[in-house]
């Protein structure tokens, strides 16, 4: 499997860390993902630390969620990093996730910049089915939901969606095969599964048609992240 496949989670709470995991692994893994723990902590000028640590694809991990006005706006504001991705809450509807995608390429042209990749999150990979149907009051199965959000993203207009490795075969045969899928819950044979539920190997993930795999905790909690990313690739 391809290094370039690989995004790195930066789950870590200080830029300093952040930047170190970015030095140790930028030859070893595709992007690194910036999520709302290390933007809450660093700050928003953690993009650009990162950037210049060695971070040449950064997906911004800020699942937007609100009413459209209010997301076409965070887009524009996001499409100003220069970020290669992020994505919203395909729950928020197909009119929220249209409106992120066009502020997203509009702002991009109007700066003469390459315009993100916007994806959405179908479920998150902590749900089972029990909390699905249980708690959240969803009827149906795990996988109906997820490929009906897929849907959902691709008549919006999205580039892809976030979908745990289980969905990834039933998504691609609903979308096509140029609709890209991001697949977290990646874990190597034999590490700890953490507060993952739905699960997979990265060679089974790309077998299946996974695009592009995130693999937080097995790498850049190891001993040596730039063995563990290696690993990961040959796993």
């Not at 197909?94 to 390429?105: D, L, P, Q, R, Y």
């Not at 991009?108 to 029990?130: A, C, F, H, K």
């Not at 580039?159 to 969905?167: I, K, M, N, R």
Request: some cysteine; aromatic content about 4%; proline content about 5%.
């Amino acid at each position: 499997m391809s290094k370039d496949k690989i995004i790195v989670p930066l789950d870590v709470d200080s830029a300093e860390k952040a930047i170190k995991l970015v030095e140790i692994l930028k030859d070893e893994v595709g992007a690194f993902k910036v999520g709302l723990e290390l933007v809450n902590s660093a700050g928003l000028g953690i993009f650009n630390e990162i950037r210049a640590a060695g971070a040449e694809k950064i997906f911004y991990d800020c699942k937007f969620h609100d009413i459209p006005n209010t997301v076409a706006g965070a887009s524009r504001a996001v499409a100003r990093f220069g970020v290669w991705m992020f994505n919203v809450h395909c729950s928020g509807g197909s009119a929220m996730m249209n409106a992120a995608k066009n502020a997203a390429i509009e702002e991009s042209e109007r700066l003469g910049m390459n315009p993100p990749v916007v994806i959405g999150v179908t479920l998150l990979t902590s749900i089972d089915q029990q909390a699905l149907n249980n708690e959240i009051g969803v009827s149906g199965t795990v996988a109906d939901q997820v490929v009906s959000m897929a849907r959902l993203a691709k008549a919006a207009g999205l580039d892809g969606v976030v979908a745990s490795p289980h969905e990834i075969e039933l998504i691609r045969s609903a979308c096509g095969p140029d609709f890209m899928i991001i697949t977290p819950g990646v874990r190597p044979a034999g590490a700890d599964m953490g507060d993952q539920k739905r699960v997979m190997t990265p060679k089974e993930a790309i077998e299946k048609g996974a695009d592009y795999l995130v693999i937080g905790r097995p790498i850049i909690k190891a001993d040596d992240p730039k063995m563990a990313a290696r690993v990961c690739s040959n796993n």
